[in-house]
């Protein structure tokens, strides 16, 4: 069975950083896009980032562009999601996603994604 378990969500102040892991397990992800997205209260999920499987292919929302990165190490089977300058409008529970399919493309669409973790909470003090 497939899970992805997100981690190192928390409590930061505005301008603070924090890094999420997204720790797949059940079956590998070296070959497959991973993503992010959130979803703050009373709003639809939104897409963050995402990576190909490649790890060279990037995509990032207009809302985080310059202040996140995304990257994976495929030997832990792990996707990261670096968060700089946070503001209290990234305030939000961050959920990990993967393609079911092979060699896929980074892409923004929610549908696009098979795989989904529980989600971590990120709340940015201002």
């Known amino acids: 069975q497939v899970h992805l378990v997100e981690s190192g969500g928390g409590l930061v102040a505005a301008g603070g950083s924090l890094r999420l892991s997204c720790e797949a397990s059940?079956?590998?992800?070296?070959?497959?896009?991973m993503g992010w997205f959130r979803q703050a209260p009373g709003k639809e999920r939104e897409f963050v980032a995402s990576?190909?499987?490649?790890?060279?292919?990037?995509w990032f929302a207009d809302s985080v562009k310059g202040r996140f990165t995304i990257s994976r190490d495929n030997a832990r089977n792990t996707v990261y999601l670096q968060m700089n300058s946070l503001k209290p409008e990234d305030t939000a529970v961050y959920y990990c996603?993967?393609?079911?399919?092979?060699?896929?493309?980074?892409?923004?669409?929610?549908?696009?994604?098979?795989?989904w973790g529980q989600g971590t909470q990120v709340t940015v003090s201002s």
């Open positions: 996603a993967a393609h079911a399919t092979l060699y896929s493309s980074s892409s923004y669409r929610l549908q696009d994604y098979d795989y």
């Open positions: 059940g079956r590998t992800f070296s070959h497959n896009a």
């Open positions: 990576i190909g499987w490649r790890g060279t292919s990037t």
